[in-house]
């Protein structure tokens, strides 16, 4: 049989991180200024309590029931001035009282719990919208997804077990100690501590190494999670390569890893669960023993001897779920580790401490020897001077990989530049807040990918407050109006994951119509019209165009005759500018534009 216990390094670390995961829970329990948040904490407890008190006296009256109806210790039965019909409504009523003060616990911590839920889903939410570009690359959604998930249900499991259930069962374990040493001898009190001790100690061991079956098990599950939410984003893709049998055998590999690790996980609860009924079962047979000679030496009562069963289903059927409840404890420490360290993952590119808004003025765009990688190791641009004034049109056009939409996401500080700086208006991105520079900024993407909502909603989502009639203007504009009306449920319509549902040409038009909403005085078009046959193309460019009167464009061009009428054209070239000028201008030097140029109308005529 594998090992059962981590080494104690293993051990203190995980205790070391699951305290520190604790203390950052603790403050959605006891949040500063929210008094009404402690108040239900504290009557929540106090009802848990009064649940308790409640539990431990139960059994004497049931104890008094029964020698009441032997007629062993009819005085004792009648205590409380109470034959043995009353008693026996008594024991009824406590345990109904138990049960209720355990519902309005329930009641009275609900909200806190959910208050407490909402907050961290929105804090974690958030923040990860506030990672960097380079952040999200790198990570996989579906990953992302589940780490988020298991960390929130940890949070909800931690609040209400450990308050609740093993709180509670120390408490009630302690109380009922106290009963058993008065009304026995100390000979009861020391067997049922020994079986706790023994039961305690055999389900954290098996446990500790049910935790590690269980971890292995959480990643094959987020592997083959990742896998199938990859393929499913990729469904057109899959489809052209006729490639379902190839994902289906892929996802089947990563499940048939989980259905491994998930047997193991089976076959350790088998094991688990089979000792602790050894333990809880030889701990009763051994007071139940205990209590029957003592009635055979008429030391004590039938009474006597029913109550001591009580007292140990009472004790032993929480102490049933205690393998389940430390191992799920262990994993929501686990999961919720890992989404604090989520939280605690810092952003890349943050806002100063009291950066100010980004005031345009006229959108004067100035880069000034600009040097940036995505890796250390491979530049991407190598000393970019670039200045486009305020009210002009400049088009970045070169070949792929020559840095054209790196220049885009650095306007957009996606990343921060490594060397050199970006300015608007003779403000240094670095120093003004991220979100007045995106509310500057108008993106037209190459490829507009859309939320799985309404037209409507994917169009508004330019500017939430813009009325009706300003979004069927630029529905107008992005020539999209008269598509939408000839759809049976014209703006109502759902555009599918990612806008599955309309064509590429369509799902650009959308983008383009939600930026003309957003109306920004800096524009930035990434290969906005390369989705769209020739004849929308052309019409798009001229509203475009007029888009762009006294505004700032900045047109990211691989199909060259787009830009031909631009303001200045920008030749790129392994992360350098090689050529600048006018389209005839270039055309006349014979250099890489004119190349360019020449090798794409060949292409067009071919």
């Keep these: 049989m594998p090992r059962l216990a981590k080494t104690d390094a293993n051990f203190s670390d995980a205790k070391v991180q699951g305290w520190a995961v604790i203390r950052h829970v603790i403050p959605y329990l006891w949040p500063e200024g929210q008094a009404w948040v402690k108040y239900r904490v504290v009557f929540a407890l106090a009802a848990l309590l009064m649940a308790k008190l409640i539990a431990v006296t139960t059994p004497i009256f049931y104890k008094q029931a029964v020698d009441a109806l032997a007629g062993e210790t009819l005085d004792a039965g009648t205590v409380l001035g109470l034959g043995a019909i009353g008693l026996t409504l008594a024991y009824g009523l406590a345990r109904l009282m138990n049960v209720g003060f355990q519902q309005l616990r329930n009641v009275i911590f609900t ?98 190494w049910r935790v590690r079956i269980r971890k292995e098990m959480n990643d094959q599950d987020t592997d083959a999670n990742q896998k199938a939410i990859d393929s499913l984003l990729n469904f057109e893709t899959v489809k052209y390569f006729g490639a379902e049998t190839w994902e289906a055998d892929r996802y089947d590999g990563a499940m048939a890893n989980y259905e491994k690790a998930a047997i193991r996980t089976n076959y350790t609860l088998a094991f688990l669960n089979f000792g602790q009924s050894c333990l809880i079962t030889g701990g009763l047979v051994i007071v139940m023993v205990m209590a029957a000679r003592g009635v055979q030496a008429g030391a004590l009562t039938v009474g006597d001897f029913v109550m001591v069963n009580a007292y140990m289903i009472q004790i032993m059927m929480p102490l049933n779920m205690l393998g389940s409840v430390y191992r799920d404890i262990r994993q929501a420490l686990i999961d919720m580790g890992d989404m604090f360290d989520l939280l605690g993952q810092p952003p890349e590119v943050q806002d100063k401490p009291g950066a100010p808004d980004l005031v345009v003025s006229g959108g004067h765009v100035v880069l000034q020897d600009v040097h940036f990688g995505y890796d250390a190791e491979r530049p991407i641009l190598k000393g970019i001077d670039l200045d486009v004034p305020p009210g002009q049109t400049v088009a970045i056009v070169g070949s792929s990989g020559s840095g054209k939409s790196t220049i885009g996401r650095l306007l957009f500080r996606f990343y921060d530049v490594g060397d050199g700086a970006l300015l608007i208006d003779g403000q240094n991105l670095r120093d003004v807040t991220q979100s007045s520079l995106h509310a500057q900024i108008g993106v037209v ?70 930026t003309l909403l957003k109306n920004p005085p800096i524009l930035l078009l990434d290969e906005a019209t390369s989705a769209l046959d020739t004849d929308t193309e052309m019409e798009i460019q001229a509203e475009l165009k007029a888009m762009g009167e006294g505004r700032t464009v900045i047109t990211i061009a691989h199909r060259l005759s787009t830009i031909a009428d631009a303001d200045r054209i920008i030749v790129l070239e392994d992360g350098l500018i090689v050529e600048e000028g006018r389209h005839q201008a270039l055309l006349a030097e014979n250099g890489r534009y004119a190349h360019l140029w020449n090798r794409q109308s060949e292409d067009e005529v071919a």
């Design 111 to 208: 909200k806190v719990g959910q208050r407490a839920l909402r907050r961290l889903a929105l804090e974690t939410f958030t923040h990860i919208h506030h990672l960097s570009m380079r952040y999200h690359i790198s990570r996989k959604t579906g990953g992302l997804s589940r780490v988020i998930e298991r960390g929130v249900k940890g949070v909800d499991f931690l609040l209400r077990f450990v308050l609740f259930s093993i709180g509670p069962l120390v408490l009630e374990l302690l109380m009922i100690s106290v009963i058993l040493f008065f009304f026995f001898d100390i000979g009861y009190l020391a067997v049922i501590a020994g079986t706790v001790a023994l039961y305690v100690l055999f389900t954290f061991r098996v446990t500790e």
């Design 445 to 514: 993407p190459q490829d507009a990918v859309l939320f799985n909502d309404t037209i409507h909603y994917n169009i508004a989502y330019g500017r939430p407050d813009a009325s009706e009639d300003e979004i069927i203007a630029a529905a107008k504009a992005a020539k999209i109006h008269d598509f939408v009306m000839r759809l049976p449920e014209g703006y109502q319509t759902t555009v599918g994951e990612r806008g599955l549902k309309l064509s590429g040409g369509e799902k650009q038009r959308v983008g383009i119509a939600r």
